[in-house]
């Protein structure tokens, strides 16, 4: 398992410090980011935890998954890996209309 976490449902107040402080009650958080939008400066109302070791990262998803932070319900589950450049993994291929007939 990855330390990594993703938390979605954050209250688009929530800071990075905020978050750090809230998932400490489940061990040791190497780092907490709330993402923004880069024009804006806004919250997304997503982040990421990293916590020290895999029993805390199991730990904060049993116990903080579905808790109350900045009044919202979150959800933490493993993060996945980021998408690397061209990968469409999952997304409709566009195709073309070349080659069809026309009615």
Do not use: C, H
């Not at 024009?39 to 116990?63: L, N, P, Q």
Request: hydrophobic content about 30%.
């Amino acid at each position: 398992m990855a330390n990594k976490l993703y938390v979605g449902g954050l209250s688009y107040d929530t800071a990075d410090e905020e978050l750090k402080t809230f998932f400490q009650q489940t061990g040791t958080v190497q780092s907490a980011t709330v993402i923004t939008d880069r024009d804006s400066g806004r919250s997304k109302g997503f982040g990421f935890v990293e916590m020290s070791t895999d029993a805390e990262t199991r730990r904060a998803i049993a116990e903080l998954n579905g808790k109350t932070l900045g009044e919202r319900v979150i959800r933490v589950e493993e993060a996945r890996p980021a998408r690397r450049d061209g990968d469409r993994s999952g997304a409709r291929s566009g195709g073309s209309n070349y080659g069809r007939e026309r009615w």
